[in-house]
């Protein structure tokens, strides 16, 4: 008889950008590693992500309640997706009224399956008083961070110490994490930027942060060699180990969306000459910055994709067809050229990036569109506009070199001749585009390095997979061998 699959449970919390690389991960755990998976999420996220596992995975779903409207947001409100950006941080909040539900999910799991304890249980980092209920159940519990230590030690710092009030000059140094070198104001989310100390963000993340104390360790979506001062920093601060053991990607082709669209049109142009362009799962620009960009992608005269989406103020799922916010004719005249591809809404990011016709990545950077690109060994335009994404931006730029930063933020000004500047720079032959699309070609063969699992060769993102998986073994033997510890499901009760 074959031995029984260890079961890891794993719970992201209601964001595309969160559940994209927590399904990835249970997809490669599930498919490398051999254990099975039992995926927890709200009714309507779960229905999403149904339709978008792999045909051979038997992760399984599980459903945990979640009425929004307990919390003053709209009904049926599951997801970031469903939400303005300034209601993002009450999605958060009320997401903690998760954890009874949680508790009483993981007591149904371990009787159902006659006291047997699942492996590991494997949360968001917003939900970090999971590890209560891990321990409270004798499981090993640890967080996955989307994002890359960098980029979050830089959040984390700022969050916790609001190192901008005080202050006279515009930039600052964090004094826990000098290897950011010097950080201005308006790399700062909105929410942080008036930030007193006592308004919701700070405070929020000050709580985040108390709830991840107990946590056993942390899978870091990121590499080692590219991510070492992030990585030290936050082992420091917890005293934990934090594992990099990305990038976790989707192949191509395993999106939610249709690619034939995208793939017919990007097959009709020459290798290395399109721009894609796109704001992530939940971002969007101004009118006024969208009337720039539409401009400046004309005037280039370069071949592009772009994911357009209602501007800021504007219900970004809303139906929209993008004409009064663009220039006149601009969509005709890209569709009668095909030197333009609009796509409204969302499109199949890993199929435009996998693609040899693109050349470069005008992107918000989201951790996940970042790996996405350098796995290609696309360079990157970077246009953050919140949360960590000026720090990605940061260690892209200055640090790896494989981004110019375009512009900053959903507000500040921005003018065409200048995004055309920055198009032409990197995609044209000039010696700093040689330069940029040179170091996203290194930073391909790191990631090939990292990942790769095969007996010849383990790479260091792979090993650190090892050490994780042994940590959780190593706390089950130890919770076996304790006198009296029965790993029942009383306590659970
Ligand atoms: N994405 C996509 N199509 C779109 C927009 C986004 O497939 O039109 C995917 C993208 O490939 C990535 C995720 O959504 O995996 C966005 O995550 P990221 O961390 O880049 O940004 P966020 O949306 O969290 O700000």
């Known amino acids: 008889m074959e031995p029984r699959k260890e079961n890891i449970v794993m719970f992201p ?6 559940i994209i690389p927590f399904l990835t991960l249970a997809i490669e755990i599930e498919q490398k ?67 009874p539900s949680f508790h009483k999910l993981v007591y149904d799991l371990v009787r159902k399956q006659h006291g047997r304890l699942p492996l590991c249980i494997i949360s968001d980092i917003f939900f970090g008083w999971c590890a209560d209920i891990s321990h409270e159940f004798g499981v090993f519990h640890a967080i996955f961070l989307p994002s890359c230590a960098f980029s979050s030690a830089c959040y984390y710092s700022i969050g916790m110490s609001l190192p901008h009030r005080n202050n006279e000059s515009k930039e600052f140094v964090l004094a826990d994490f000098p290897q950011a070198s010097r950080i201005h104001v308006t790399q700062m989310s909105e929410n942080l930027q008036g930030a007193d100390g006592k308004e919701s963000l700070s405070q929020t993340l000050r709580k985040l942060v108390q ?30 180990p934090f594992w990099p053991i990305g990038p976790v990607l989707l192949p191509p082709g395993t999106g939610i969306t249709a690619a ?21 799962s939940q971002n969007t620009v101004s009118a006024s910055q969208m009337m720039h960009l539409a401009l400046a992608l004309e005037a280039s ?54 693609h040899k016709s693109t050349s470069a990545f005008l992107s918000h950077c989201g951790w996940n569109s970042v790996l996405e690109a350098l796995s290609y060994g696309v360079p990157i335009i970077g246009w953050p506009m919140a949360a960590e994404q000026f720090y990605n931006v940061k260690l892209l730029e200055e640090e790896i070199g494989v981004c110019l930063e375009v512009a900053r933020g959903r507000i500040s000004e921005v003018k065409s001749e200048d995004i055309v500047a920055k198009i032409d720079l990197v ?15 290194e930073v391909r063969n790191i990631i090939n390095n990292s990942i790769a699992d095969k007996e010849v060769f383990k790479g260091v993102s792979a090993r650190a997979m090892d050490d994780f998986l042994n940590a959780a073994m190593l706390m089950r033997e130890q919770a076996k061998r304790i006198p009296g510890n029965s790993i029942s499901t009383q306590n659970g009760s």
């Open 427 to 441: 995609m044209n032959d000039s010696e700093k585009g040689k330069e940029m699309r040179k170091k996203a070609c």
């Open 211 to 240: 709830d991840c104390m107990s946590i056993d360790g942390a899978l870091v979506n990121s590499m080692a060699e590219l991510d070492e001062a992030g990585l030290t920093f936050f082992q420091k601060t917890f005293g934990k």
């Open 301 to 354: 005269g370069k071949n592009f994709i772009w994911v357009v989406r209602p501007p800021t103020g504007f219900d970004i799922n809303s139906e929209f067809n993008g004409k009064e916010f663009l220039p006149e004719g601009f969509e005709e005249r890209n569709k009668a050229s095909r030197r333009g591809l609009l796509v409204h809404q969302w499109a199949p990011q890993m199929e435009i990036l996998s």
């Open 13 to 18: 919390f209601m964001a595309q950008g969160h």
């Open 260 to 280: 034939k669209v995208c793939r017919n049109w990007l097959d009709t142009k020459p290798p290395n000459s399109v721009l894609y362009v796109s704001f992530g």
């Open 33 to 99: 590693r051999g254990c099975t998976i039992t995926f927890v999420s709200t009714p309507l996220n779960i229905k999403r992500i149904e339709s978008s596992l792999p045909p051979n995975s038997s992760i399984q779903l599980l459903e945990i309640p979640f009425r929004s409207s307990d919390h003053g947001l709209t009904p049926d409100c599951e997801s970031t997706h469903d939400l303005p950006y300034h209601l993002i941080l009450k999605l958060v909040e009320a997401s903690r009224s998760l954890k």
